[in-house]
Nanobody, 123 residues
Framework: QVQLVESGGGSVQAGGSLRLSCAAS????????LAWFRQAPGLEREAVAS????????YYDDSVKGRFTISHDNPKGTLYLQMNSLRSEDTAIYYC????????????????WGQGTQVTVSS
């Protein structure tokens, strides 16, 4: 089992930037799917971005393409989400998650979760 701890959330004005971090208790993920999800009040949790630590093209939801960048520092065991040009609709609790089975876009299979970090964007 892996513990995930998010940080970096906060309040920012529209157009601003934040970088979220997710530290893992396990230093390396040689073959894992890592993802950022978010949940806004009254809405279902949705996948924002994901990557496979073995390589390949990261996935981004259409709503964040060109604005958010997901990355991973394997030796540190830390996942990042750089969020630029933030909008009010990006306001949500952001969660990092991990899974160790195939199919990084099988969103329901993610079984390791952080506690979440609040991001609030004011217009």
């Amino acid at each position: 089992q892996v513990q995930l701890v998010e940080s970096g959330g906060g309040s920012v004005q529209a157009g601003g930037s934040l970088r979220l971090s997710c530290a893992a208790s396990r230093r390396t993920y040689s073959r894992a799917c890592l993802a950022w999800f978010r949940q806004a009040p009254g809405l279902e949790r949705e996948a924002v971005a994901s990557l496979y630590t073995g390589g390949g093209t990261p996935y981004y939801d259409d709503s964040v393409k060109g604005r958010f960048t997901i990355s991973h520092d394997n030796p540190k065991g830390t996942l990042y989400l750089q969020m630029n040009s933030l909008r009010s609709e990006d306001t949500a609790i952001y969660y990092c998650a991990a899974k160790f089975t195939f199919g990084c876009d099988n969103w329901h299979d993610y079984n390791e979760w952080g506690q979440g970090t609040q991001v609030t964007v004011s217009s």
